[in-house]
């Protein structure tokens, strides 16, 4: 079966790199998600990855893949405040035409201290 | 942000009761699910939907039914309510030819 792992807290400095990791199970998995969640809101999509690719760069964020130990990592640059959050990361399976289940890790509490 | 509402976003209800939670999308996307989120668990695929009237389970079903109607409307239902239920549930959406996944903002639901 399917199984998303990731360590449930990270703090680190205001202005210093966080690096926020997990591994899946699944290696038909496709896409792999990361999303934020702020208290009281729902998730917002942060990037995601094809499985065929090692590395995705957006702007802060910069997501690594390495598929032979299927694990995935979210490097966010200069942390600030407003990064503290909960961080999930997702794998798509396929059915019922494009419908991607996603099937999530249990997030990562990200502390930015000043 | 995507064009997702969700309906109520609080609700506390007794065990035994029936509940129906409403998701609405302004995207004319063709794809909705329905997950929960508890402490530990992360989210977790209750349902989902591939069209009009056309649904499937997903790994939490047990004790769920879902209805879709129309494109923009998937509904939630809890026949009969249990303290297990008791969770914070997103609905999200996505299409046919992107693979974003796209979430709502969420029903705290308390059964007691």
């Known amino acids: 079966g399917e199984d998303v792992e990731q360590s449930l807290f990270l703090s680190v400095r205001e202005g210093d790199s966080s690096v926020i990791n997990c591994t899946y199970t699944d290696s038909s998995s496709t896409y792999l998600y990361w999303y934020k969640q702020e208290p009281g809101a729902g998730l917002q999509l942060l990037t995601y990855i094809f499985s065929n690719m090692d590395m995705k760069q957006d702007q802060r964020l910069t997501v690594l893949l390495n598929k032979k130990d299927k694990h995935l990592s979210l490097r966010i640059a200069d942390t600030q405040t407003g990064d503290s959050a909960i961080y999930f990361c997702a794998e798509a399976a396929f059915s019922s035409g494009s419908a991607r289940q996603l099937t999530f890790g249990s997030g990562t509490q990200l502390t930015v201290l000043p | ?112």
């Open chain 2, 1 to 112: 942000d995507a064009g997702i509402t969700q309906s109520p976003r609080h609700k506390v209800t007794e065990t035994g009761t029936p509940v129906t939670l409403r998701c609405h999308q302004t995207e004319n996307h063709r794809y909705m699910y329905w997950y929960r989120q508890d402490p530990g668990h992360g989210l977790r695929l209750i349902h989902y939907s591939y069209g009009v009237k056309d649904t499937d389970k997903g790994e939490v079903s047990d004790g769920y039914s879902v209805s879709r109607s129309k494109t923009e409307d998937f509904l939630l239902t809890l026949e009969s309510a249990t303290s297990s239920q008791t969770s914070v549930y997103f609905c999200a959406i996505s299409e046919d030819t992107k693979y974003e996944q796209y979430f709502g903002p969420g029903t705290r639901l308390t059964v007691t």
